[in-house]
C-alpha cells in the first residue's frame, strides 16, 4: 500500500517536537519530511528571552528525514512575521510531492507564502498551533485580528487541536468542528521519567545550591520574563513566609530579564531560602524537575499558550500550580486532583495555592501520582492518531 507523502513545515529545530518526528518516521502508511525554516537549536544562537547563547544538547535531527530551507531574513527567527522569510520554500516542497501538509503555526512571511502557492493549490494543508482565548480580548483591534485570521484559515482544510482551550480557538477561528481532530501536545514521556538515579541527582542538584533536604520546594522552570509573572510568585512567597513556619524554598530554574529584580525584590521583601539556577540544558531537566515537590506556573496574558513544562513535570510526579491563563489548565491541571489553578494575576490566590501545597503533603504526593497518570494520556502515540484520523478523513 501507497504510503502517505507528509511534508510538514516547522520554524526550526524543537526540541518538543523532534522526538515526534522521530515517531511520525516510524510508522508504516506515513513517509514524513520536515522542512525547517530556521536553524535555531542545532547551532549556537541568541535567544532573546534566556538572554544567552542556546544550542540543545540532545539529538534534535536523528531519525526522519529533514531539510533545512534557506532563510534570507535580515532578523531570522519567531519573534517577528518576517524573521522566516525563505523564498525557495514553496518550490522545495512542491518539489518533494507532498500529498498533504503539517503546517505549524501561520503568521510568518513563508507560511503566506506556502498558503498562496498556485503550486500548492491541489495539496490539502493541516493547521497546528497552540493558541487560545483563556485570556478575554475585546477591542476593535482584537476583533479585526480574528476577522483576519478567519479569513486565512479557510485555506486549511484540518486542524489538529492540542487541547480544549486550543480547539475553541479554532472554532472561533472559523474551522467547522468535523474538521478538528484531538492531537494533544506531548513531550517525550519516556525521558521524563523517575527513578533512583535521577532522585540521586536531584539531592545532589539541590545540594549543590544551598537548598536543606527537609525543605520543601516549590519550582518554577523558564524564562525569567514579564509574560512568565515570575515576581508574582515572588510576592506570593513573601506573603505565605509571613504565615507559615514550615521549612520550604522557592527555586528559579532558568534565566532571563527580570532575574536582577527578582534578586533585588527578594532582598528587599527580607525573603529567605529563595535560590536561582541558571539555565538548565535539555539532559538535566528530569533531575530539575525532580528537585522540586511542586511546579508552579504563574504567567498572565496571551503568552502561555500551553507550558509544556507542565507535562515534563508531571511525568517527574509533580502537583501543578497554574494560573487561569495557562493553555494546558483545562487538560492538564485538574482542581483538587492533581492541582490547583488561580487567577492569573492575583498574588493572595496564589499565596493560598501555595500553602495548600505545603500544608498538606500527604495529599500533595497523592496529587503527584495522579499527575503522572494523567500526562500518561498526553503521549507520541494519541498525537500521531489524531494527525491519522485527519488524514483519513481528507483522503
Given at each position: 500500500m501507497r504510503r502517505h507523502r507528509l511534508a510538514i513545515i516547522v520554524s526550526h529545530p524543537i526540541q518538543y517536537y523532534a522526538p515526534w518526528?522521530?515517531?511520525l518516521a516510524q510508522q508504516q502508511?506515513?513517509?514524513i519530511k520536515v522542512f525547517y525554516?530556521?536553524?535555531f537549536g542545532v547551532t549556537a544562537q541568541w535567544d532573546r528571552g534566556f538572554g544567552q547563547s542556546i544550542q540543545w544538547d540532545?539529538?534534535?535531527l536523528d531519525g526522519y528525514e529533514h531539510e533545512f530551507v534557506p532563510n534570507v531574513s535580515g532578523s531570522p527567527g519567531t519573534h517577528h512575521s518576517r524573521?522566516?522569510?525563505n523564498p525557495d520554500a514553496e518550490t522545495i516542497i512542491a518539489r518533494w510531492a507532498p500529498d498533504s501538509i503539517l503546517m505549524f503555526g501561520y503568521r510568518y512571511w513563508t507560511h503566506q507564502r506556502i498558503l498562496k502557492s498556485r503550486s500548492l493549490r491541489s495539496v490539502s494543508v493541516l493547521f497546528r498551533g497552540d493558541s487560545h482565548e483563556l485570556v478575554p480580548r475585546h477591542s476593535l483591534r482584537d476583533r479585526l485580528a480574528r476577522l483576519v485570521r478567519r479569513?486565512?484559515?479557510?485555506?486549511f482544510a484540518a486542524a489538529l487541536a492540542v487541547g480544549k482551550a486550543n480547539e475553541v480557538y479554532l472554532r472561533d477561528s472559523g474551522i467547522l468542528p468535523s474538521n478538528i481532530f484531538f492531537a494533544p501536545h506531548a513531550v517525550d514521556n519516556n525521558r521524563f521519567s523517575s527513578g533512583k538515579e535521577i532522585t540521586n541527582e536531584a539531592t545532589a542538584f539541590r545540594d549543590s545550591l544551598g537548598i536543606a533536604r527537609d525543605s520543601f520546594v516549590y519550582l518554577f522552570v523558564g524564562k525569567l520574563e514579564e509574560k512568565k509573572r515570575p515576581l508574582d510568585l515572588l510576592h506570593a512567597y513573601a506573603r505565605l513566609k509571613q504565615q507559615c513556619v514550615a521549612s520550604c524554598s522557592l527555586l528559579y530554574v532558568g534565566a532571563g530579564e527580570q532575574q536582577e529584580e527578582l534578586c533585588a525584590t527578594a532582598n528587599h521583601l527580607g525573603v529567605t531560602d529563595v535560590h536561582f539556577a541558571p539555565f538548565q540544558n535539555q539532559s538535566q531537566m528530569p533531575r530539575t524537575y525532580a528537585a522540586g515537590n511542586v511546579l508552579v506556573l504563574p504567567s498572565h496574558g496571551p503568552g502561555e499558550t500551553w507550558g509544556l513544562v507542565v507535562n515534563e513535570a508531571m511525568n517527574l510526579e509533580l502537583p501543578i500550580i497554574a494560573s487561569s491563563h495557562v493553555g494546558c489548565g483545562p487538560d492538564l491541571v485538574?482542581?483538587?486532583q492533581n492541582g490547583w489553578i488561580f487567577p492569573a494575576g492575583d498574588q493572595a490566590a496564589l499565596a493560598d495555592r501555595l500553602a495548600n501545597a505545603l500544608l498538606l503533603p500527604d495529599r500533595c504526593h497523592r496529587?503527584?501520582?495522579r499527575s503522572k497518570e494523567l500526562v500518561a494520556q498526553y503521549d507520541y502515540q494519541a498525537t500521531t492518531l489524531g494527525l491519522l484520523k485527519a488524514i483519513e478523513y481528507l483522503h
Open positions: 518526528f522521530r515517531y502508511s506515513l513517509d525554516l530556521w536553524d540532545i539529538p534534535m524573521g522566516l522569510v479569513r486565512i484559515f479557510r485555506r485538574l482542581e483538587e496529587f503527584g501520582r
